[in-house]
Nanobody, 114 residues
Framework: QVQLVESGGGLVQPGGSLRLSCAASGFTFSGYAMMWYRQAPGKERELVASIASTGGTTNYADSVKGRFTISRDNAKKMVYLQMNSLRPEDTAVYYC???????WGQGTQVTVSS
């Protein structure tokens, strides 16, 4: 079955960095675009970044553009989110997702606080 396992979250000070990872299994990973979403307490889940199946095209929410970088390794079936210059408003649970399918992992908590 489809599995998405996120990791790499934690507590970081404002201005710090984290690298999130998502391990995918149960489908042909290289055939699908992948996304990172996040959900902050009391807010709706929002799309943060997306990457095409080949990795050639990426897109970002305006709130993270220039600070976050999405990447993937199709051989390892992994998608990553490098997050720099973190802000308190980036605090959320972060999820990866396969394009067009409603499969979600357990998410990984990112907390940005001094």
């Amino acid at each position: 079955q489809v599995q998405l396992v996120e990791s790499g979250g934690g507590l970081v000070q404002p201005g710090g960095s984290l690298r999130l990872s998502c391990a995918a299994s149960g489908f042909t990973f290289s055939g699908y675009a992948m996304m990172w979403y996040r959900q902050a307490p009391g807010k709706e889940r929002e799309l943060v970044a997306s990457i095409a199946s080949t990795g050639g095209t990426t897109n970002y929410a305006d709130s993270v553009k220039g600070r976050f970088t999405i990447s993937r390794d199709n051989a390892k079936k992994m998608v990553y989110l490098q997050m720099n210059s973190l802000r308190p408003e980036d605090t959320a649970v972060y999820y990866c997702k396969r394009h067009l399918f409603n499969n979600w992992g357990q998410g990984t908590q990112v907390t940005v606080s001094s």
